[in-house]
């Protein structure tokens, strides 16, 4: 899948998936959303919500750290 941004958000729609969509809008951080689970699995993703950044896969605590930190 082609995405336009270097920020892609790997959600099934859990609650840290929903918290950590909040967190990006907040910051007004530009983002891609994939959900489809086939996409994810030829990742090697095998929990949600994950963060790509720039070609790096973040789990959701390493996630609320960038969104955190970004933009400061």
Known sequence: METKNNIV???IGCPNCKTLERRL???K???DI???VD???EKGIKS???LE???E???FGKALQWVNKYGV
């Open 57 to 59: 896969i973040l789990n």
């Open 25 to 27: 809008n907040a910051k």
């Open 9 to 11: 958000l790997y959600t």
């Open 34 to 36: 994939i959900s489809d």
């Open 48 to 50: 949600a919500p994950m």
């Open 29 to 31: 951080i530009e983002y």
């Open 39 to 41: 996409i994810m699995n």
């Open 53 to 55: 950044v720039n070609g």
